[in-house]
């Protein structure tokens, strides 16, 4: 049986599914995440080829770097997408999924950069920048 996960923004002008299990959620501290979203990003990474997304006249693309885009809702504003010029896989806001998600936090990546009004607590692996291995969203 395939795996199907869903999710949305909050008005619910943009849907989308994928049929790849997500990767685990990454928490990114870059100046960037935290001021799209106000504290820091969470994500998952996804094929791109099993994403559907509905809605799509709904969805703008902010060129935040030479490097990668970010996609949001135009009606309600909702942070829904990173994606890495070129990359095969798409960064999903972890939040925009509907529940329950299965999704699994897996690790902090700009942490040397994160806001100076919280810790990170939970145990996780902490990276100073984005390791090597990794096409998570990043300060781009």
């Known amino acids: 049986m395939t795996e199907r996960h869903t999710g949305g923004c909050l008005c619910g002008a943009v849907r989308f599914s994928t049929t790849a299990k997500p990767g685990p959620v990454v928490g990114c501290h870059c100046s960037q995440c935290r001021r799209q979203t106000g504290f820091y990003y969470a994500a998952v990474n996804v094929a791109r080829a099993a994403l559907s997304v509905d809605g799509t006249e709904a969805v703008r ?72 291995s990794s096409s998570s969203p990043a300060r781009d």
């Open 61 to 132: 693309w902010y060129r935040s770097s030479e490097e990668a885009q970010r996609g949001f809702c135009s009606n309600c504003g909702s942070a829904l997408f990173w994606q890495a010029d070129g990359s095969a896989e798409i960064s999903v806001m972890a939040g925009a999924f509907d529940a329950p998600s299965g999704l699994t936090f897996g690790h902090h990546i700009y942490c040397a950069d994160k806001g100076d009004f919280y810790e990170i607590s939970d145990g996780l692996p902490q990276y100073s920048v984005n390791p090597p």
